[in-house]
């Protein structure tokens, strides 16, 4: 019987060990991202592998923004943003060429569900002042739309204002992951741009106005209404932004 070689199975082996034996040294040191880490030799010397073992763990360690790898000057600690996962969904949703809408809905879901949770929270810790920084954005947005104006970015900065008073980091890095997976599909796909500018204004109207009653059950069907547009327009195959 034909055997397959053992060689590359030992190396990822090995590279794995060394992966997780430079995380567990950022953790051990408790360094921060932005901190210099130490040379190749040093890990070789420390951990006792070869250098091409080193290279190719900190280069898959890069690939997961563990590590910043600037060339000539070290090896950083990285931001362990969640980079790596939007572009996993991109590409998984993208990979599915048959059914990508299928796929879109799934991160919608998953989104709806964090969002419908995080509002019931936050209906409470908003103040005034967020709310009426909400408002502001609804109004632009209005304008935009008068306009026949594209407003993404306003659209996202209304969620990020929306869960700010959380005091979260991870919630707007999740959001963000979400919706970067959302918009390159669209844009790969070449979907067109929402067509229908004045309800998606209007929806988040209706959650400002739901959440400047402290009425919860009310922010959370708004919320809900909300993701239903989206959900439709990503199903009819067109651009449907958070």
């Given at each position: ?10 190396e ?25 880490l ?5 890990l ?25 790898i ?25 990979l ?102 004045e ?19 009310r922010?959370?069907?708004a ?15 067109v651009?449907?932004?958070?």
């Open positions: 019987m034909c055997r397959m070689p053992q060689e590359p199975v030992r990822r082996r090995v590279g794995s060990q060394v992966q997780r034996a430079v995380m567990q040294l950022i953790l051990d040191r408790r360094l921060r991202p932005g901190a210099l130490p040379t190749e030799a040093e070789m010397e420390d951990l006792g592998v070869s250098r091409n073992s080193v290279r190719e763990a900190l280069k898959a360690l890069q690939a997961l923004d563990i590590v910043e600037r060339h000539g000057y070290g090896t950083y600690v990285g931001q362990a943003s969640l980079t790596p996962l939007a572009d996993g969904l991109t590409f998984r949703t993208l599915q060429l048959s059914d990508d809408t299928h796929a879109l809905a799934e991160i919608l879901q998953l989104r709806e569900v964090l969002e419908e949770g995080l509002i019931r929270r936050v209906a409470f810790l908003l103040t005034d002042g967020e709310l009426s920084e909400l408002e502001a954005l609804v109004g632009k947005m209005e304008q935009a739309a008068g306009e026949g104006t594209a407003f993404p970015d306003l659209d996202r900065e209304f969620h990020e204002t929306l869960y700010r008073s959380l005091g979260n980091e991870l919630v707007p890095q999740l959001l963000t992951a979400f919706w970067n997976v959302f918009h390159r599909v669209a844009g790969v796909r070449g979907w067109s741009n929402d067509p229908a500018p309800l998606t204004v209007s929806r988040h109207r209706d959650i400002v106005t739901a959440l400047r009653a402290r009425d919860v059950p922010a959370q069907r919320m809900a209404d909300h993701f239903r547009g989206i959900e439709a327009r990503a199903g009819q195959g651009r449907g932004v958070g």
